[in-house]
């Protein structure tokens, strides 16, 4: 799929719908129904959160994201969809190919077609030896790159 050019001249309509791990779950349907948007945003992590992720990656490696986020997403998906809203979210966490998949999982199981894709890059863990977790905030280059390449969600782990 080749994205359409934006045109320059035209305003980038930004909308967030969450501001912590476990905020409101229906501001990203009010979000969506509130006003044109051409990109929602939604900002899970916080340090406390990521204690919370790295605990719950600590019982299942499979996990560390804000599942939260996906709760959200089943109610909402289809309606991004028909509106043409992209959506970008830090949700990922210490798990974003994680989160990256569920979505995908998620789309399928409501036949709404999406692409999906994800921005690595900001875990240190290894570098920090006996640490639970340790991340690095990225910049936006990442998901502008996957924007550019027509993504209609973008997951991410810590990023300013």
């Known amino acids: 799929m080749t994205p359409t ?9 930004i909308g967030n ?5 476990g905020d409101r779950v229906d501001a990203m349907r009010e979000m969506l129904t509130g006003g044109e948007l051409d990109v929602l945003t939604g900002d899970y992590l916080a340090e406390l959160t990521m204690l919370i ?9 499979g996990a560390g994201y804000a599942r939260t986020f996906l709760r959200q997403l089943e109610e909402c ?15 990922g966490g210490l ?11 998620l789309a399928d199981r409501l036949s709404v077609p999406v692409q999906v894709a994800h921005v ?11 640490s639970l977790a340790a991340h690095a905030y990225l910049g936006g280059f990442g998901i502008a790159a996957c924007l550019r390449e027509g993504a209609d969600i973008v997951v991410t782990g810590r990023v300013t």
């Open 120 to 130: 690595e890059g900001d875990d240190l863990t290894a570098a920090t030896p006996g």
């Open 53 to 61: 992720l790295g605990r719950d990656r600590l019982k299942d490696p």
């Open 17 to 21: 719908a969450s501001g912590f791990y």
């Open 95 to 105: 798990n974003p190919a994680g989160l990256a998949n569920a979505v995908r999982q």
């Open 5 to 13: 050019p934006r045109p320059p001249h035209l305003p980038l309509r």
């Open 77 to 91: 998906l289809g309606l991004a969809h028909e509106r043409g809203v992209r959506i970008v979210t830090n949700a």
